[in-house]
């Protein structure tokens, strides 16, 4: 199967810093194109590929600035104007804009060529859109991966994005087009947001790599200087919607009663500044910013964790929680997730009813002081393995290729 996969940008070393991006979404972006180039072609269709690069059977589509620049065609006036007369659009994002519809111009030369199977398209972005109107346009079926709703408030994301979500819901319920959600709670809110037919919408939760566990606690303590009873890791980029400062809040209550290190791991927001917030209250003692970490040093980190917590006001799936799973470690969350009937166990996790202070503060007290079964978590961890996660997207999409 030969599969065009469109993405916003992928995190893997041998590709340009420029097409990276330290998050979630990067890795698992590429966790799954290198599963699926096992039996697999792709050809990997992301902003910014200033050269052609092939990585085993993962092949970059070259499209640099400049060349994107020269492609403007008379047929593309009425989307310029729409982003031109948008008082709502700051500059620097019509830039991005322009760029994005002048790039549909290339990836119209790559569908006319017809040489994939099946097109997948990751996020309801701007650029998800413009693309996916070319497939239309085309008559070409594409298959549309929602790691995430972004209509919500609470949700970053600018007019143009939020818009996109709702015109590719639209594309998709007066085609047969088909959607893969990461989990349960995502599928019900685009079928009670957009109306869509839940027959047109499959959920594929996100797999990990199962970890070699080989840890010693003890160094890996001195190296991070972590001398607490306790552990509580928080994995993530900093931002509001993670919400780490809610935790930040409920711990001068956990710390009365406990004595517990805060390990937020994850690239730092300047703007939040959680790192003043932390000393103007008194825990730098206590909590630990470690910025971006690659995934050996996250696992170094689980290894000596006794929970993990994740309190985002919107979260698709919350990869760390199936990570903290696969080292036997419990996972503290909101009730309200969108994995949550993929990822809650009672013998894995405890949720919280709510995001506010005394809440989390019990709620972790109560983790921390509960009797988990490591082996049982770790069990539960294998139904979200790359494999298992792989083995369904390729059964999934060679089925579109056999009703095709």
Excluded at 9 to 14: A, C, D, Q, T, V
Excluded at 105 to 124: E, Q, W
Excluded at 196 to 219: C, H, M, Y
Excluded at 273 to 287: A, K
Aim: charged fraction near 25%.
């Amino acid at each position: 199967m030969k599969i065009l996969m469109v993405a916003p940008y992928i995190y893997n070393k041998s590709f340009d810093p420029k097409m990276r991006n330290v998050s979630g979404l990067g890795i698992i972006i590429n966790n799954l194109c290198e599963g699926l180039s096992r039996n697999n072609t792709i050809d990997l269709f992301v902003p910014r590929a200033s050269k052609s690069l092939r990585v085993g059977n993962i092949k970059l589509i070259q499209h640099s600035l400049l060349n994107v620049a020269m492609q403007f065609r008379p047929y593309l006036n009425n989307e310029f104007l729409y982003v031109l007369k948008n008082s709502n659009i700051t500059f620097k994002r019509k830039m991005k804009a322009f760029f994005y519809i002048l790039e549909t111009v290339i990836f119209r030369r790559v569908l006319n060529k017809k040489t994939h199977d099946v097109t997948v398209i990751h996020g309801a972005f701007y650029r998800s859109y413009l693309l996916a109107k070319e497939c239309t346009r085309l008559g070409q079926c594409f298959v549309l991966v929602l790691h995430g709703t972004i209509y919500k408030d609470e949700v970053s994301g600018d007019i143009l994005d939020k818009k996109s979500e709702e015109q590719l819901a639209e594309l998709v319920k007066n085609t047969d087009n088909k959607i893969i959600v990461i989990s349960s709670g995502i599928k019900k809110d685009l079928i009670n947001k957009y109306n869509l037919n839940p027959d047109s919408i499959i959920v594929i939760p996100n797999g990990i790599q199962k970890p070699i566990i080989n840890s010693n606690v003890e160094e890996i303590k001195n190296k991070y200087k972590i001398g607490c009873s306790k552990v509580v890791l928080y994995i993530g980029n900093i931002s509001v919607n993670k919400n780490q400062k809610l935790l930040i809040d409920s711990a001068r209550n956990i710390l009365s009663k406990m004595d517990v290190c805060f390990i937020f791991a994850g690239k730092n927001d300047a703007k939040l500044n959680l790192h003043n917030y932390v000393e103007e209250l008194g825990l730098d003692s206590n909590v630990v910013f470690t910025g971006f970490l690659e995934t050996k040093a996250i696992h170094e980190l689980l290894s000596i964790a006794d929970l993990t917590v994740l309190l985002s006001y919107s979260e698709g799936f919350g990869l760390s929680i199936v990570e903290g799973y696969s080292f036997g470690v419990p996972s503290l969350f909101p009730a309200d997730f969108d994995a949550k009937q993929e990822l809650y166990d009672e013998n894995c996790a405890f949720l919280v009813s709510e995001r506010s202070v005394s809440e989390v503060s019990s709620a972790v007290l109560f983790a921390l002081n509960n009797r988990w079964d490591k082996e049982k978590i770790k069990i539960y961890s294998n139904n979200f393995t790359i494999i298992e996660m792989v083995k369904k997207y390729e059964n999934f999409l060679n089925s579109i290729i056999c009703k095709g």
